[in-house]
């Protein structure tokens, strides 16, 4: 499966962005789809999960403010940020996780800066 992310850009403190990732098959055979962000000089980590039943796992530092959602007429998981700070600052990148095998889209810049 081929995945392409998209929805980044520069955004001021506080505000809003709404990523999306466009699967090349239907996501519906995807066990689990995710967002991992990657900032300069660190580690890649998980920010959220979702499985095809729906079931969701976010990080402690997302919680309250990021929404993750798939739309599985369109093929396509959506991550809604808010509040955006700071340190939300990295490229995001979507994950596939289908039977075991991982598959990655390209990265999205997020920049949350005034």
Not at 8 to 28: E, N, T
């Amino acid at each position: 499966v081929q995945l392409q992310a998209s929805g980044g850009g520069l955004v001021q403190p506080g505000g809003s962005l709404r990523l999306s990732c466009a699967a090349s098959k239907s996501i519906l055979s995807i066990n689990r789809m995710g967002w991992y962000r990657q900032a300069p000089g660190k580690q890649r980590e998980l920010v959220t999960t979702i499985t095809n039943s729906g079931v969701t796992n976010y990080a402690d530092s997302v919680k309250g403010r990021f929404t993750v959602s798939r739309d599985n007429a369109k093929n396509t998981m959506y991550l809604q940020m808010n509040s955006l700070k700071p340190e939300d600052t990295a490229l995001y990148y979507c994950h596939a996780l289908i039977n075991l095998w991982s598959y990655w889209g390209q990265g999205t810049q997020v920049t949350v800066s005034s």
